[in-house]
């Protein structure tokens, strides 16, 4: 199938699934994930991957922050305030937008082969629309959005404005009018305040995802350029690890020491937490790790949902989305599963400077001594928790320690144990989180917390890995038969 009726195929199953299921949400999550899963596979490159990971994440913060001061609600919420589906909405419409307008570009240009003055007047033409709609909804919201939009899209306008932008910019408005219209007719959520209450959607709804999907696309594309390498990292090997090691001790200090000391703040503690979150990202941007973040970030914020919510497992002191904590997303979910894939590579670069035979014979037992401490570790937590629990942990467990594992993999389990339980225990003492039924009543956690980190990292790390083999396999074979 062409790649045109391929994306067309995506959009409407992610259409009509999202207005026919979601009355049905843990329906319409698994729909939209094997959706978006589809969407990812039939293109699998690093602009696509980066553009949804960057779609999904900004897409999923905006939303919280606009249904907290209340411009919209939505009729079904299991995470307080958003439904658990709304992670993968953001961006498989971002991809479909990019895809659907870079195929009418290449149709125009080969339909106007020639015509340069053609050309040109549709571009003025569609900017000259952009900036009247951009100027309509600044003169029709209250001040303070119009500073936003302002501020934003001039910056944007500014720097992308060619003739595929500008088209971008209208696919994505018309899209994203489209599909907002449709929602409220059929009562997926409301706006608060709307400017056209025949449809019930705001004058600037089209604005907002037509310049999002401009500024993602760019952002996107840029980052998946491959850069040319800085003096930063043609340093020596033992230099790098350095600044590596150095670099990780400030991020996991700092970011420790605001979870510890401003927790209580609210908005100030999740902007600090989202900046560090940002800094790991940007300072090591390889495909793998915003893979993982945004794994972490999607199947973090459904663990945090089924285990607080369903389970009553813990519960934090102070929530502000529903019995969830803003920051735990990001702070957590999201910069974790990076610093400790960085972590254990750093440790791994040290080990691999020593003595050739030292490093051989020490790692050896290294390795066994971490191997069988993983595996007497596991069976002690099946003996002393709950058989349905214990039933899990065998499976996922045997999933692990069946498999072949590294070095690496070792090293990373205990590396996420040791850590995972140090946060969490400075958490409880501080007493921002609690557990329901502590094993150990002093420290006030569970046995099998460092279990859970243990493997949930190292489950994550192979499953982003994987992932990635599997799309650098397809593309490869697809440039290889054209």
Known sequence: MSEPWTTLLHGTYLYLTTLLCWPWPHLLFVLLALGNTALLISQPTAHALLLWLFANVFGVLGEYQMVLVGLWRYAGTEWGTLPSWIVWIWGAVMLIAVRGSSWIATRLRLLLVGQPAIRLTLTRLALVLALGYWLAVILSVSPLYALAYTTLGG?????????DDLLLFWVAATL??????????????????????????????????????????????????????SSRQALAPVSALKRETLFLLIISISMYGCLLWLWRTGALITALLVLGWLALLIDSPSPRNLLLSGLGLMLGLN???????????????????????SWIVPGIHGAMPVLLIRATECLQGWS?????????????????????????????????VAVPIAIVSFLIGAAVFLYP?????????????ITGLLMEWG?????????????FSSLGIPISLSLVWGLGSLLLCR?????????????HDERAGT
């Open 155 to 163: 910056l944007i306008v500014m720097r992308w404005h060619q003739s």
């Open 352 to 384: 691999c400077s020593w003595h050739p035979l030292q490093q051989r014979e020490l790692r050896r037992l290294l390795w066994w001594v971490g191997y069988l401490s993983c595996l007497v570790y596991w069976i002690v937590v099946m003996t002393q």
């Open 303 to 325: 663990f945090e949902f089924l285990a607080v919510y369903r389970f009553q497992l813990w519960g934090y002191a102070r929530p502000d989305v529903g019995l969830l904590a």
């Open 405 to 417: 594992c590294s070095g690496r993999d070792v090293l990373l389990f205990w590396l996420a144990g």
């Open 427 to 439: 958490g409880i003492r501080s007493g921002i989180w609690a557990y329901a039924r502590p094993y």
């Open 463 to 475: 499953f982003a890995e994987t992932l990635l083999r599997s799309w650098r396999r397809v593309g």
């Open 176 to 229: 994203g009018f489209l599909g907002e219209a449709s929602g409220i007719s059929v009562g997926v959520w409301t706006y608060s305040s709307p400017y056209f209450s025949r449809w019930g959607i705001p004058i600037s709804v089209s604005l907002a995802w037509g310049l999002s999907a401009v500024a993602l696309h760019r952002l996107s594309e840029w980052w998946a350029k491959p850069h040319p390498p």
